[in-house]
């Protein structure tokens, strides 16, 4: 039943390991996003997918890769991590890509990089 | 780019009407203007959106001047419930073609207190 659904809810794991992060959402919408949240609390969008198409890649590391295999998924892969890559990852989609969307969000996964 | 603006904290009583403002000086003319509550441990939730003047709905009142550089969110006869962060969020993504930033502000606590 939850629109936006995201795994794991935690992370925890090594400097210089690989993971991912998948998100999901159920409500038929175009574009989906993903935001990095802080220890300060900052919502900073880092990329964002409209039918699969990139459509935002902010100024991340390239260690930082969206890969969407349709729609409804857009999943997250973070190589060689480090320890400023601890934080809050919240996926979130829209109807469409247009101005007036209402963001819908999932829960987050927090990622802590010891 | 529009930079936001907010105050780090609120604080209020139950009862009152509490008013959040938010500066975005550099706000473009396609930006809409959307402000979004945050639980801990939760993902942000939309509450209202507006692009001029005023909009009401169920739980706020957005206020947005001629000249769009500001905008306030006003929560009527606020409960401890509705003590969480508030972020604006401005912004637009154009369809198909380059993407303009989504720049969420910094977010303002609001503690409600009996």
């Known amino acids: 039943d939850t629109a936006v659904s995201q795994t794991p809810k935690y992370l925890v794991t090594q400097m210089g390991n690989d993971k991912s992060i998948k998100c999901e959402q159920n409500?038929?919408?175009?574009?989906m996003y993903w935001y990095k949240q802080d220890s300060k609390k900052f919502l900073k969008i880092m990329f964002s997918?409209?039918?699969?198409?990139?459509?935002i890649n902010e100024t991340v590391p390239n260690r930082f890769s969206p890969k969407s295999p349709d729609k409804a998924h857009l999943n997250l892969h973070i190589n060689s991590l480090e320890l400023g890559d601890s934080a809050v990852y919240f996926c979130?989609?829209?109807?469409?890509?247009?101005?007036?969307?209402?963001?819908?969000f999932g829960p987050g996964t927090r990622l802590l990089v010891l | 780019l529009a930079k936001t603006t907010q105050p780090i904290s609120m604080d209020s009583y139950e009862g009152q009407e509490v008013n959040i403002t938010c500066s975005h000086n550099?706000?473009?003319?396609?930006?809409?203007i959307t402000w979004y509550q945050q639980f801990p441990s939760q993902g942000p939730r939309f509450i209202i959106q507006?692009?001029?003047t005023k909009v009401t709905n169920e739980v706020a009142s957005l206020f947005i001047p001629a000249d769009r550089k500001s905008s306030t969110l006003s929560l009527p006869r606020v409960s401890l419930s509705d003590t969480a962060v508030y972020y604006c969020?401005?912004?637009?993504?154009?369809?198909?073609?380059?993407?303009?930033?989504?720049?969420f502000g910094s977010g303002t606590q609001l503690t409600v207190l009996p």
């Open positions: 979130a989609s829209t109807p469409s890509a247009g101005a007036d969307e209402t963001q819908y």
């Open positions: 409500l038929g919408h175009d574009t």
């Open positions: 997918y409209n039918n699969k198409e990139l459509i």
């Open positions: 550099n706000i473009a003319t396609n930006d809409y």
């Open positions: 507006g692009y001029k």
């Open positions: 969020l401005v912004g637009d993504i154009l369809r198909g073609g380059s993407a303009r930033q989504l720049t």
